[in-house]
C-alpha cells in the first residue's frame, strides 16, 4: 500500500489534523459521530478508480460485492466469490492512500457458521489488505459478528435492504419493519461493529435509528439523517444505467462522455486523422 499522505479535517475533506500524516482510522470514523462530521463513501472495484476516490477525499472506500452487477454484468451480488472479492480488494488497496478500506464478505463466506465468517474476513485483510470487513444482516449475523470482532478484526454492520437477501425480499425494495429494522440495529452494535449501513429504510426511521446508536449510521437510500452516505460509484458517475434506484444522485454523466470519446477516436481512425505526426515517432 502507499504511504499516507495528509488528512485535511473540521470543513474540509477528511476526519484528522492537517498536521497529522496518516490514514482515516476505524477510531476516527467513530469518532466522527459525536463531532458531527459527516462521513462519505464511495465502492472502488480496481486501482485506477481508487486512487481518484482516495485524491478527491472520500472518507472510507468500499469494495462491494456490488462488482458482481456493475463489473461482472450479473443480475445480483449473489454469484460473487471470496476469491473474487480478495483480488479486486487487493487491487484498491494498492490505490488507497487515507482511505478506510472496507470490503464485503460475499454470499455464502459467512453463514454456514462464526468459524467459517472469521476466516473468510481474516482473507480479507491478509489476503486483500483491507482495514476493516463488512456483511449483511442484523440479529441472524450477530454471532459471526460477534467472532469476527472478538479476533481484532473491525467489522461493519448492514442492515434494511441487504442485497444478498434478494431472492427472499423478492426484489430491492424498501425495507418498513420498524421494530426489526430496530432490533438489527441494535444487535449489530451489540456484536461490535464499529458501524452500520442502514439501506432503503424509510427517513424518519433511519433517523430513529441513527440517534439511538451509539456507533455512526451510513445511509444509501435511508435519507439525510444518517452520520454518513455512501453510493456505487457507477451509479454516482453516470457509467450504470441497468438499474437506476431513486436514491442515486449523477453528479456527472461519465456514460454519455465516453461513448462521445470513443466515438469520435472510431471516427478518427477510419478517417486516417489519427494517428497524426504529433503521435508518430520519426
Known amino acids: 500500500m502507499s504511504a499516507p499522505v495528509k488528512v485535511s479535517s473540521g470543513n474540509g475533506t477528511g476526519l484528522a489534523s492537517t498536521n497529522e500524516l496518516r490514514q482515516v482510522t476505524v477510531p476516527d470514523f467513530v469518532a466522527a459521530k459525536a463531532r458531527g462530521h459527516r462521513l462519505t463513501m464511495l465502492t472502488a472495484y480496481d486501482y485506477t478508480m481508487a486512487r481518484l476516490l482516495d485524491d478527491a477525499g472520500v472518507d ?11 463489473v461482472q454484468g450479473q443480475p445480483d451480488s449473489l454469484a460473487v466469490t471470496l476469491d473474487e472479492m480478495v483480488y479486486h480488494t487487493r ?37 486483500g489488505g483491507a482495514h476493516a470487513v463488512k456483511l449483511e444482516g442484523g440479529a441472524r449475523s ?32 424498501v425495507q418498513r419493519d420498524a421494530e426489526r429494522l430496530m432490533e438489527d440495529a441494535l444487535a449489530v452494535e451489540a456484536a461490535g461493529a464499529f458501524a452500520v449501513v442502514v439501506e432503503c429504510v424509510p427517513t424518519e426511521l433511519a433517523a430513529r435509528i441513527t440517534e439511538t446508536l451509539k456507533i455512526p449510521t451510513i445511509g444509501i437510500g435511508a435519507g439525510p439523517s444518517c452520520d454518513g452516505q455512501i453510493l456505487v460509484t457507477p451509479d454516482l458517475l453516470g457509467l450504470f444505467d441497468d438499474i437506476r434506484p431513486r436514491f442515486v444522485k449523477h453528479y456527472a454523466e461519465m456514460g454519455q462522455a465516453v461513448r462521445k470519446a470513443v466515438e469520435s477516436y472510431c471516427r478518427e481512425v477510419r478517417d486516417g486523422v489519427f494517428p497524426g505526426p504529433e503521435h508518430s515517432f520519426r
Open 91 to 127: 487491487l484498491v488497496a494498492r490505490g488507497v492512500r487515507r482511505s478506510l478500506l472496507v470490503a464485503d464478505l460475499p454470499f455464502m463466506s459467512y453463514q454456514v457458521s462464526p468459524q467459517q465468517a472469521l476466516e473468510s474476513a481474516g482473507r480479507i485483510i491478509k489476503e
Open 142 to 173: 450477530a454471532a459471526a459478528i460477534a467472532a469476527i470482532t472478538a479476533a481484532e478484526i473491525p467489522l461493519m454492520g448492514h442492515i434494511g435492504l441487504t442485497p444478498q437477501s434478494v431472492r427472499r425480499l423478492g426484489g430491492f425494495k
Open 60 to 70: 472510507s472506500l468500499l469494495v462491494g460485492d456490488s462488482l458482481g452487477m456493475v
